[in-house]
DNA sequence: ATACCATGAACAG
DNA sequence: TGTTCCTGGTATC
């Protein structure tokens, strides 16, 4: 038996401990990224390939043309804003990855690179390290006004420090959409997904369908303190783990499996006070919430 | 072999 | 508003 040739804390899909009736399979649960990830993804990759020549290539071929402009290149930064990451090589391009619903890197630390794990878009490999890059919705080498554009089109991001959560106030004040709706909006705040939305949602006690304009001021100060929370614990933890140690009902030093880990997403009963959990579709994504505790 | 699903987002009209 | 694109694990035939 080989032993797993990338690393464990890199962002990968891995086999969830969900807590199942016995003799029933555990279900595989694909891990899409938020925020969270792509910032922890920045600050890993930084410290493996950022700063020393690198060869670029596109096992895959979709990126092989752009892979050629920074083979051989050092990236000078990583920078994530929202669910975007962008390289800056010593060429003066930047790169721009978007992960989207499916995109995947993989870490594999060893001194020659292994044989390609499905379709590799973009592989980058340090000395030491391979870097492997599989389904990203985006993924290309562009001049630098490519990167301004996507950064002027985006809300703040609150896992940065000295983000200025105004913009995103007075969008949600002046808008009919719904908050729900908002909250997936990149321009109006960037990192969020879906999960955050839901959890974001439950803690600030607003029912998704709540118009922007109907959300009052403490209302959406507590909501960016929230998300800003959530956001930079997901970092830390490595995953999304929204609840209280208390109401997941888990013993300290157990860790807390997925299904105890939000309120309402993906729930069939409110881990609060045990209601239905209500679904909707907006901004064309499912939408969970608790009608006790977030009413109309 | 095929269908379905997932924490995303751009684009056409 | 609807359509399309990206991947891969799981379910179903």
């Known amino acids: 038996m080989s032993s797993p040739d990338f690393a464990p804390w890199s962002h990968l899909s891995s086999r969830s401990d969900l807590k199942c009736a016995p003799g029933v399979t555990k279900r595989y649960l694909p891990v899409v990224p938020e925020g969270h990830t792509i910032a922890k993804i920045a600050r890993d990759h930084s410290k493996l390939i950022v700063g020393m020549p690198v060869a670029v290539s596109s096992p895959q071929g979709r990126f092989a043309a752009d892979a050629e402009r920074v083979d051989g290149a050092t990236i000078e930064r990583i920078e994530a804003h929202g669910k975007h990451l962008f390289h800056c090589w010593s060429t003066g391009e930047i790169g721009h990855v978007h992960l989207g ?14 044989e390609p794990q499905g379709a590799v878009r973009m592989r980058i490999v340090a000395p030491d390290v391979t870097v492997d890059l599989n389904g990203p919705t985006a993924c290309t080498v562009d001049d630098p006004s490519v990167r301004k554009r996507i950064l002027a089109r985006l809300g703040p991001d609150p896992i940065k420090p000295r983000q200025n959560p105004q913009r995103m106030y007075d969008k949600i004040a002046k808008s009919s959409r719904s908050i729900g709706d908002l909250l997936m909006d990149q321009s109006v705040v960037a990192g969020v997904g879906n999960v955050y939305r839901a959890e974001a949602l439950f803690v ?3 029912h998704p369908l709540r118009p922007g304009k109907e959300c009052d001021a403490a209302e959406l100060e507590a909501l960016w303190a929230t998300i800003t929370g959530m956001l930079r614990q997901g970092v830390k933890d490595g995953r999304i783990l929204t609840v209280s140690r208390e109401e997941s009902g888990v013993p300290r030093g157990k860790r807390i499996p997925r299904s105890e880990a939000t309120y309402a997403y993906k729930r069939n009963s409110c881990l609060r006070c045990g209601s239905e959990i209500q679904r909707l579709d907006i901004a064309n994504r499912t939408s969970y919430h608790c009608p006790i505790c977030q009413p109309r």
Not at 101 to 114: A, C, I, M, S
């Open 204 to 206: 600030c006690e607003i």
């Open 101 to 114: 619903l499916f995109g995947k890197y993989r870490v594999h630390k060893t001194d020659d690179p292994p």
